[in-house]
């Protein structure tokens, strides 16, 4: 939203109905979406996507389903 990108580590939701709610209060953005290209400021220290040290292809037993459940404010059942 409103075009800057935030580390999923970093992101938080600092209100409830502003378009500009996500903040990263410790490190800030980490790019932007300028005109439709993504620019970059920095890069997470950290191994993510596939430079993760976590990989399922070496898996020996599938890994298991997981149920989505979802909600929002005033939803009835």
């Given at each position: 939203?409103?075009?800057?990108?935030?580390?999923?580590?970093?992101?938080?939701?600092?209100?409830?109905?502003?378009?500009?709610?996500?903040k990263?209060?410790?490190?800030?953005a980490?790019?932007?979406?300028y005109?439709?290209?993504v620019?970059?400021?920095?890069?997470?220290l950290r191994?993510?996507?596939i430079e993760?040290?976590?990989?399922?292809?070496?898996?020996?037993?599938?890994?298991?389903?997981?149920d989505i459940?979802?909600t929002?404010?005033?939803?009835?059942?």
């Open positions: 939203m409103d075009d800057t990108i935030f580390s999923a580590r970093e992101a938080i939701k600092t209100h409830t109905t502003h378009t500009s709610t996500f990263a209060l410790n490190s800030g980490i790019g932007s979406v005109y439709g290209k620019r970059y400021y920095m890069q997470p191994k993510h996507t993760s040290e976590f990989s399922i292809l070496e898996l020996k037993t599938p890994l298991p389903k997981v459940i979802y929002h404010a005033g939803m009835t059942p």
